[in-house]
Nanobody, 125 residues
């Protein structure tokens, strides 16, 4: 599976961005998908995840109510809509795919076998 993330950029605090991750390769609907982020000198952290069908979603507490993860299995994409952005959301964002046997999503990074290249999100205050 190859993942290509896009949609990052520079935005003012309070603004919105929509990240998209396009997948190619094995059947996309077989994978749970996640978004993670990382800033220099810090551990990579979980942001959001979605199961294979899109029926279950998970969020880091700090982004609940502001971010929404969604997927389109026909288009092989997973998106992260980010609203009410804060300066602390500044990071490189990565999408990841996990071939979980039951299609369930996890908030841990180690089960994700495939990772995109990352897209920079910068929120100015």
């Amino acid at each position: 599976v190859q993942l290509q993330a896009s949609g990052g950029g520079l935005v003012q605090a309070g603004g919105s961005l929509r990240l998209s991750c396009a997948a190619s390769g094995r059947t996309f609907s077989s994978y749970a998908m996640g978004w993670f982020r990382q800033t220099p000198g810090k551990e990579r952290e979980f942001v959001a995840a979605i199961n294979w069908s899109g029926s279950s979603t998970y969020y880091q507490n700090s982004v609940k109510g502001r971010f929404t993860i969604s997927r389109d299995n026909d288009k092989n994409t997973v998106d992260l809509q980010m609203n009410s952005l804060k300066s602390e959301d500044t990071a490189v964002y990565y999408c990841a795919a996990d071939f979980a046997p039951d299609g369930s999503a996890t908030t841990k990074d180690w089960p994700y076998e495939y990772w995109g290249q990352g897209t920079q999100v910068t929120v100015s205050s």
